[in-house]
């Protein structure tokens, strides 16, 4: 798939064949995340790949939406680290930056790779890191099933227009 077709392609899915995602699919998808520009090449990110069924029930538990979900064979959680990264010129904290760039990269891989994700960002994330014994130290900034898709969905049409959120000069 071309760059925009990817970019066009995904969508939040949220009800999964129970097929589990193939291992070289998985490690490219971690890869492309690996590679995300980070501050001053900081990479505090880092991922669990949650796959055993105790572990994956815990992190739906954590998620609390299965009214909205169905089940998905496995779930990528993001951690990252506020040390690692870095503070800008306003006094604002950048980790939730570098998370959200990466996170990104992984999610449009695996578009490429014709999987399906959804980028959850509500969760307890108290639960998440007793579930996956992740240190205090760390955030989890957010996780996404992975799997294929029970139905297919069409290209994004609910987007404000171009004209609505550019300008040109000034603002
Ligand atoms: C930071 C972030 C957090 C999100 N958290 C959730 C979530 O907790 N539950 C959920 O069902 N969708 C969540 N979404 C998905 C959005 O609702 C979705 O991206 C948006 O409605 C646009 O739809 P689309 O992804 O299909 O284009 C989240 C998306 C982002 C980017």
């Known amino acids: 798939m071309d760059f925009y077709e990817v970019v066009k392609m995904r ?7 129970p097929d589990m995602p193939e291992k070289e699919k998985i ?15 900081g990479q505090p990110c880092s991922y669990i790949v949650v796959q055993e069924p105790e572990n994956v029930k815990a992190i739906w538990e954590a998620v609390g939406q ?11 959680v993001g951690v990252v680290s506020e040390k690692a990264s870095g ?7 950048y980790y939730g930056v570098d998370f959200g760039i990466c996170f990104e990269h992984l999610i449009l891989a695996a578009t490429a790779e014709g999987l399906a994700t959804c980028w959850i960002g509500w969760f307890n994330e108290k639960k998440v890191k007793e579930a996956l014994t992740i240190p205090d130290k760390y955030r989890v900034m957010g996780l996404t099933p992975l799997g294929y898709s029970v139905k297919s969905k069409g290209e994004i049409t609910d987007r404000k227009p171009l004209e609505k959120i550019v300008h040109y000069e000034k603002f």
């Open 87 to 93: 503070t800008n010129s306003n006094g604002e904290k």
């Open 66 to 76: 299965m009214q909205k979900f169905a089940e998905a064979p496995m779930f990528i």
């Open 11 to 17: 969508r939040s899915f949220r009800v999964y064949k």
């Open 27 to 41: 490690e490219r998808i971690l890869e492309a995340a690996r590679l995300g520009p980070t501050w001053a090449n």
